[in-house]
């Protein structure tokens, strides 16, 4: 899917970077789960760069973004959970992101 | 209780129930956007029918072939896992064809994740029903389910096990939840007892099951079966009420 953006796309992380997805308002539509919100996690891998989904579901000419998978520990999302190496995995654009102590940004 | 002619002496015939099922919302919905965009002549409805037909009959198999070519061929498994894009031209699926906008799935960055002894993927999509529909088809309906979504990503192994797929405790189990454009599908590792097999008894044994995750390639299970457990109470023979006699 492309777009008629035309901005350098916002990456402010790399691979091994610690960040936890912001627990931010959104309008009518988004992508990020409310299981997420708040927890901490790590950059597992840089996909692509695009729209978020939140301006391209209303057709709006929103900026170009590197979209990340963030590698979560089961017991950081479920503090219940009982298998410490278990993890889960999802996919967030930049503006979710904040970085943790040991990311520039 | 009432028998199947609806007859049970009482002096009149229950109807049979209408045989008609409920339609979703999203199929009012489906049927509404369709129509509009027929309309407003985005596509015919001849191009509809046609597109449908093709989309709904494709199957697992180029899954299953992709696997199978990468347990026998150590460059093609790289390129799976770097460009999967590229890998599935291979087994001819390009995820751009033939509208050039990447249907029949919504969206065409695929991602392979590679099973080891040490980690088991699975995949789910919590939000809605996001699956790698080029290589794999449509989505089993459980795989659509609340019950499957919302339970996986937080009971993984209970969930495997109700499969029939038990992860041992020191193997991590890792959920991946495709929530924005990615398309995942898991290889799994190469079963013991296969060596010598060819490309495509290999692929016979990699089922869509096993590219979700909740199953592993075995010698001889060539299909995705899954156990029925009959009802313990089944609708028609409820006990009878204390005290009614025989």
């Known amino acids: 899917m492309s777009s008629s953006s035309k901005n350098t796309p916002v990456c402010r992380f790399k691979v091994g970077d610690r960040v936890r997805i912001k627990d931010q308002s959104w309008l009518f539509y988004s992508r990020v789960q409310l299981y997420a919100r708040g927890v901490e996690g790590t950059i597992a891998r840089l996909n692509y760069t695009d729209l978020v989904a939140e301006d391209e579901t209303f057709n709006v000419e929103g900026e170009i973004e590197q979209h990340y998978i963030v590698q979560f520990r089961q017991q950081d999302l479920w503090p219940e959970y009982a298998f410490p190496n278990d993890t889960l995995q999802s996919e967030y654009p930049d503006r979710w992101l904040e970085p943790l102590n040991n990311s520039q940004a | ?246």
């Open chain 2, 1 to 246: 209780m009432t028998t199947a002619t609806g007859g049970h002496d009482h002096g009149h015939i229950h109807p049979p129930a209408p045989q008609v099922e409920e339609i979703s919302d999203y199929s009012v919905l489906e049927i509404a956007l369709r129509e509009l965009a027929i309309e407003h002549g985005l596509f015919t409805a001849e191009e509809h029918l046609h597109f449908t037909e093709w989309a709904e009959k494709i199957g697992p198999a180029s899954g299953s072939r992709l696997v199978a070519k990468a347990w026998l061929d150590p460059e093609f498994k790289k390129l799976c896992l770097t460009d999967a894009n590229a890998a599935s031209k291979a087994v001819g699926v390009d995820w751009l064809d033939p509208t050039g906008a990447g249907t029949p799935s919504d969206y065409t960055h695929f991602v392979v994740l590679e099973d080891t002894p040490t980690l088991h993927h699975v995949i789910v999509c919590t939000l809605c029903s996001c699956y790698p529909r080029p290589m794999l088809g449509n989505s089993p309906y459980w795989y659509r389910s609340t019950n499957y979504r919302r339970r996986l990503v937080r009971w993984p192994r209970p969930v495997l096990s109700e499969f029939g797929l038990i992860v041992p405790p020191e193997v991590e189990v890792r959920v991946e939840d495709s929530n924005q454009k990615c398309r995942f599908m898991v290889m799994p590792m190469r079963p013991e007892g296969t060596d010598g097999w060819t490309e495509d008894q290999l692929a016979e044994i990699v089922t869509r099951d096993c590219m979700i995750g909740v199953a592993s390639p075995k010698p001889g299970r060539t299909a995705d079966k899954h156990p029925i457990h009959k009802a313990r109470h089944p609708v028609g023979h409820e006990p009878k009420p204390m005290g009614v006699a025989e």
